[in-house]
């Protein structure tokens, strides 16, 4: 008489998701305050100069240089066509 083998159940392990260094500046309350301050002096997009800026982008990623990234000279009010 033959035993059945059983099969190890494949127990899956929940994914580690280790924020990176841009979705923790963008949940910090110093980036909404500048992006918005940002936004309201000149609503004009940067790139296109035709649409209302929606969004603040980073001239030099953040990934790059995140000492930078609430530096006002790093950053640029685009339109979302051109973000």
Known sequence: MSVPRLRPSKVQMPKLVVPTTSTTIYAD?????????????RPVCEHCM??????????????????????PDNLMRVCMPCH
Request: proline letters at 9%.
């Open 29 to 41: 309350p110093r980036w909404r305050r500048i992006s918005r301050a940002l936004r309201r002096q």
């Open 50 to 71: 035709n649409d209302l800026a929606t969004e603040v982008h980073h001239k030099v990623p953040i990934d790059h240089a995140p000492h930078r990234a609430f530096d």
